[in-house]
Nanobody, 121 residues
Framework: QVQLVESGGGLEQPGGSLSLSCVASGSISTIYTMGWYRQDVGKGREKVATITRSGDTVYSDSVRGRFTISRDNAKNRVALQMNTLEPEDTAVYYC???????????????WGQGTQVTVSS
């Protein structure tokens, strides 16, 4: 069994910063791509940023230059530093990871429970 547990988020004013963290645990053999998605009320889930095991990153146009994704392979951890926040960044943020579990033949995608980020004055 694999779990992704997120922390961070909360309420911040426009222009401020917040950080998110996500740690994977369980019977893990290898973690491939990790990343963050977000979903606001009434909208579809949007990819925010992804990072490969080797550190290659991809950002959505809406956050590029403001958000930074990073990971610590030794700790099975992915983080998202969010700067210059805008009200449009308000959403539930979900961590995800493509994980090969022990005794499995291929990797599967796992998701965290989500954490609320609200940007408002």
């Amino acid at each position: 069994q694999v779990q992704l547990v997120e922390s961070g988020g909360g309420l911040e004013q426009p222009g401020g910063s917040l950080s998110l963290s996500c740690v994977a645990s369980g019977s893990i053999s290898t973690i491939y791509t990790m990343g963050w998605y977000r979903q606001d009320v009434g909208k579809g889930r949007e990819k925010v940023a992804t990072i490969t095991r080797s550190g290659d990153t991809v950002y959505s146009d809406s956050v590029r230059g403001r958000f930074t994704i990073s990971r610590d392979n030794a700790k099975n951890r992915v983080a998202l530093q969010m700067n210059t926040l805008e009200p449009e960044d308000t959403a539930v943020y979900y961590c995800y990871a493509d994980i090969l579990v022990q005794s499995a033949s291929w990797a599967s995608s796992y998701w965290g429970q989500g954490t609320q980020v609200t940007v408002s004055s």
